[in-house]
């Protein structure tokens, strides 16, 4: 014989088959989560050192080195306590399971009445009729709440067995598998999938993103093209929709067109296209107004970035040099600018702000000329979140199962039942009790209610 | 009269519930619990009649919604989902003592949404995130789950009030549920929150891989309900532990409600590089 106790492999067996090495791992698991929620994660050191400022910053910068503290859902000690778990649950349950199958899958039922008569809970009365006449009576009811029932004659009476839900010991089986499937569908996810960004301009289309992680270039099989991005807002100014058109061009021809919006993403050959951002691109031309102080004439002229332009009347030269998507005055936000420069003919340079929303900024500086935006075609970007993971469907399924499990678990118990009749002078003494895997209060109240209906039926 | 005034009404008719209910535990008489069972019921109605009617306004003033989409309005929806759970248990056990410790729950849930200067009751058009289905089952199954951890909370506490006493003399804590009961009766409504946080936590995983193309991104938010979930999946498994009953148990369910208060309210409070989602709030 092989000395079982002894062997390695039965003690690191044993070790993971217990439950106590559940609760610390549950409760390492919820006091170590924490740290990620209280240090932002995955940030960069600038955003650190900004953050906690130079000291603070090299004291966590070191822990980083050693505990990913700055990654912690992905560093290798919270990986070994997910791990760890994972191969807690799955040996305990092979554990149990054999016994519980036992359990489960026995032809008849086994039923010992000692236990049932010496339980504090159960009920009983008398009746006047003989315990053949109860049978008739009783069975009919009894087996119409329970999936089993059974009757053994005895010398003076009958002992009527009935049991139901046997299969819900599962339940839990259930609920640990799908712990499997969840951990297992995000492994698969992490190694087979991505997750990238890409800005695409209206009218253009690409089929390069980059990566989230690792800002790497990753080239998708096909192109996505935005054909056009709009923005709706309410009369609140609050944002209201954003939308963006796409079409997805594979071998140059178009195979799919779809507007997508906010909770409602494209779905391509297991690539997810979803809307995450937008911005706007410089226009590339616009169309300025000169307003002259002098003779109070308006004149409009075409002007792009670095191309001057002569103003009428002599009035110097202006020259377009940048455009921001959010410029700063006087430390407000004062929204799209471009930024230029107007030479006077005497040679004077002043630079000038013209933002897309006020156009007559230009008239508090007070010169010969008054600059503005007078039209600009808009081209917007569209900012697209990337997404490839076929774990999705896996975790689902755990989705599923954990609540399909925890339903059965919490709300269905194996239920038995036992209803003893016995011959007691010219009357029948009747006993009702009832035992449960699970909620024995409620099988209390049960166990009540039957007697109460036994008693009562004619 | 206008859904923010029901709803202010409601929040004075749960104080005096609430008072009828602790009056009627100390001075052990049947009339002020009757009472308080039905100014509960009254209460519940105005509660009801609030939430419907402020989806109504939502309507009329064309963004309509359900009205679980910020603070105020979950809120109300918390204290509506405690009374539901808590008049079922008192229908169930018999009990009203229960009553002086879960009816102060959902009084203070309504009254912080009501009162609090922080909170506004405005109406408000949905950002383009929040617009999906899988938001509304989020919210009610999130707050069923926390409303059952609320009373489990309070249940908890009775326990330990009830244990503290050893000989059975406080005449107060006689009219108590017996300390077998109170535990059975916390298990239960883990066992209930514990179902209703899970799917909580999966139809918001469900909503943010349809909304931004991943289920679970470690969040402060995300994470500490992930967090409540371990404290009471920890629970469950503690009653499976030899000299794990009684008042471990009511500890690691206080420790749990505490987890669900953080992730409701303190969640904002942390500090973060990137703000929620890149067009959200
Ligand atoms: C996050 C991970 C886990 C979850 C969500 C989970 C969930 C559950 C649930 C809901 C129950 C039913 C409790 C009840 O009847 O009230 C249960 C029971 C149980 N769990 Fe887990 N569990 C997890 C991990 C584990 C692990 C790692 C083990 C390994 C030892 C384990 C061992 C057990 C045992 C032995 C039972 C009792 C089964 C019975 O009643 O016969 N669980 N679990």
Excluded at chain 1, 46 to 75: A, R, T
Excluded at chain 1, 92 to 105: M, V
Excluded at chain 1, 246 to 270: F, S
Excluded at chain 2, 248 to 274: C, D, K, M, Q
Aim: net charge positive.
């Amino acid at each position: 014989m092989i000395k079982k106790e002894t062997s390695a492999l039965n003690r690191i067996w044993k070790f993971f088959t217990s439950v106590r090495l559940t609760v610390i791992l549950l409760l390492s698991l919820a006091a170590t989560s924490i740290i990620g929620t209280i240090i932002p994660q995955s940030g960069t050191s600038s955003e650190y050192f900004h953050k906690y400022g130079e000291f603070w910053y090299k004291f966590l910068s070191f822990f980083d080195s050693i505990f990913d503290i700055f990654d912690m859902y992905h560093s290798w000690w919270f990986q070994i306590l997910l791990l760890l778990l994972t191969i807690n649950v799955v040996v305990c349950s092979i554990d149990r399971f054999s016994a519980t199958l036992k359990i489960i899958f026995i032809k008849v039922p086994p039923f010992n009445v000692e236990r049932f008569r010496r339980m504090k809970s159960k009920k009983e009365f008398s009746d006047n009729r003989t315990p053949d006449q109860l049978e008739r009576i009783y069975k009919p009811l009894i087996s119409k709440g329970f999936g089993y029932t059974r009757v053994e004659e005895r010398e003076n009476g009958f002992c009527l067995f009935a049991e139901k839900w046997r299969w819900t010991r599962l339940g839990v089986y259930v609920v640990h598998l799908s712990i499997i499937f969840m951990l297992l569908g995000g492994l698969i996810g992490s190694i087979f999938g991505f997750e990238g960004f890409v800005n695409i301009p209206e009218g253009e289309s690409t089929k390069s993103i980059r990566l989230r992680n690792t800002a790497k270039e990753h080239i998708l099989n096909f192109e996505i093209k935005c054909e056009d991005f709009d923005i709706s807002f309410y009369d609140t100014g609050a944002p209201k929709e954003y939308r963006s058109s796409l079409t997805i061009i594979e071998n140059t021809k178009p195979v799919i067109k779809k507007d997508i919006i906010v909770n409602d993403p494209l779905r391509y050959k297991g690539i997810n296209i979803f809307q995450s951002s937008y911005g706007t691109l410089p226009p590339e031309e616009v169309t300025l107004s000169f307003t002259s102080r002098e003779t109070g004439m308006e004149y409009k002229e075409k002007a792009a970035v670095n191309r001057p332009v002569d103003i009428p009347e002599d009035l110097g030269t202006f020259t377009i040099k940048d455009y921001r998507s959010s410029a700063g005055f006087k430390g407000h936000n004062i929204g799209e600018a471009f930024i230029g420069v107007l030479e006077s003919k005497t040679g004077n340079n002043t630079n000038i702000l013209l933002p897309l929303r006020f156009p007559s900024f230009d008239k508090m500086r007070r010169g010969d000329v008054v600059i503005a935006v007078a039209s600009h075609n808009h081209i917007y970007y569209t900012g697209l979140q990337v997404t490839k993971d076929p774990g999705v469907w896996v975790v689902y399924s755990g989705f599923i199962l954990i609540i399909v499990g925890c339903f059965i678990t919490f709300f269905m118990s194996h239920q038995r039942l036992c209803v003893e009749v016995s011959k007691s002078g010219d009357k029948s003494l009747v006993m009702v009790a009832g035992r449960s895997s699970k909620n024995k209060m409620g099988m209390q109240r049960k166990v009540g209610i039957i007697s109460e209906k036994l008693a009562k039926l004619k | 009269m206008n859904s923010s005034n029901i709803l202010s009404v409601t929040t004075f008719v749960y104080g005096l519930s609430a008072f009828l209910y602790i009056l009627s535990w100390v001075f052990k008489k049947q009339a002020p619990g009757k009472l308080a069972l039905w100014t509960t019921v009254f209460g519940l109605a105005g509660n009801t009649a609030g939430i419907i009617l402020r989806w109504i306004e939502s309507y009329q003033l064309g963004i309509g919604h359900a009205p679980l989409s910020n603070l105020y309005e979950s809120l109300v929806f918390f204290s509506w989902t405690i009374v539901v759970i808590y008049l079922f248990v008192e229908k169930k056990y018999k009990n009203r003592t229960i009553g002086a410790f879960v009816a102060p729950l959902a009084f203070f849930a309504i009254a912080y949404a009501s009162l609090s200067p922080n909170i506004s009751d405005r109406i408000q058009p949905l950002i383009p995130a929040l617009k999906s289905n899988w938001l509304i089952a989020h919210v009610i199954t999130c707050f069923i789950g926390y409303a059952a951890f609320a009373i489990a909370f309070g249940i908890s506490w009775m326990y330990l009030l009830k244990k503290k006493d050893k000989e059975g003399k406080s005449q107060l804590l006689d009219r108590f549920p017996s300390a077998n009961m109170l535990e059975e009766l916390t298990h239960q409504m883990v066992m209930f929150g514990f179902l209703f946080l899970s799917v909580g936590i999966i139809t918001g995983a469900v909503w943010a891989n349809s909304a931004w193309g991943r289920y679970w991104g470690w969040d402060p938010k995300e994470t500490w309900s992930l967090i409540t979930w371990f404290v009471y999946a920890t629970l469950l498994h503690a009653k499976m532990m030899r000299g794990w009953h009684g008042k471990r148990i009511a500890y690691l369910s206080i420790i749990g409600f505490a987890a669900v208060l953080f992730t409701y309210f303190g969640v904002n409070l942390l500090p973060g590089l990137h703000s929620y989602g890149a067009m959200g709030q």
